[in-house]
């Protein structure tokens, strides 16, 4: 074990923190031990339980100061498109997933069903929906709601989408961004009075009849 420091709680606190945030990046869920985390700090085990009480309470705070720093760095500028928003979001959590990939896997399938993680995640994409909504161009309530409930599903599908890419990465990394920021703009576009997008190709139905279902074994010249 290192030779303890003196720290003040509030430094002990942010020190034992971010041991356990290296650790459970670093290892799977069940492989991290309590043990090992106060022998990495350099403080008993007794002090380590003192500021939390479990392994759980420790990956949930770390979880949360995660879900803090990602929407801290996470940029929604109205002077920028949207695609640029959305570029820049992306990357900040494609980062920090990378980077942290046995944690988010962990919360996502090893603590799926636990409600304090998944409270955490939830309160993270609800606020980013809402400053999605702050920053898009709605015209009146009705398309403000629509748009809510597309942002709900998107960011949803986002989170499955990269938990997935994560344990068997079928692309590359810039192709799933693409694709999430893709799927946010084919949504949103029917629902927007302005072209969230107007720089990228718009992909109509085929041209048949009138609700554009032309038949495949006759296609229009």
């Known amino acids: 074990m290192p030779p303890r420091q003196r720290l003040s709680p509030a430094d002990r606190h942010a020190q034992l923190l971010a041991v356990g945030a290296r650790l459970f990046a670093a290892h799977p869920y069940a492989d991290v031990l309590m043990e090992q985390v106060a022998e990495s700090a350099g403080v008993s085990r007794a002090l380590l339980y003192r500021h939390f009480p479990s392994k759980h309470a420790l ?4 979880y949360q100061e995660a879900a803090d ?3 801290a760095g996470t940029r929604f500028d109205p002077a920028e498109s949207l695609v640029e928003q959305l570029t820049q979001g992306m990357d900040v959590h494609l980062d920090y997933f990378i980077a942290n990939r046995n944690a988010v896997l962990a919360a996502n399938r090893v603590l799926a069903g636990d409600p304090v993680i998944q409270t955490i995640m939830t309160n993270e994409l609800d606020a980013l929906r ?5 920053v898009l161009p709605l015209t009146d309530e009705h ?5 809510s409930g597309v942002l709900k599903s998107w960011l949803v599908f986002v ?5 997935d890419w994560l344990t068997h990465e079928t692309c590359t990394r810039t192709q799933l961004r693409d694709v999430c920021i893709g799927a946010a703009i084919g949504a949103l576009r029917p629902l927007l009075a302005q072209d ?3 720089d990228r190709p718009r992909h109509g139905p085929v041209r ?3 609700d554009g279902d032309a038949d495949p074994a006759h296609p229009t010249p």
């Open 69 to 71: 720093q990602l929407l």
């Open 143 to 147: 398309a403000r709601e629509a748009v």
């Open 196 to 198: 969230p997008a107007p």
């Open 130 to 134: 809402a400053r999605l909504l702050a």
């Open 159 to 163: 989170r499955v989408l990269c938990v």
């Open 208 to 210: 048949g009849d009138a």
């Open 59 to 62: 990956f949930a705070a770390v």
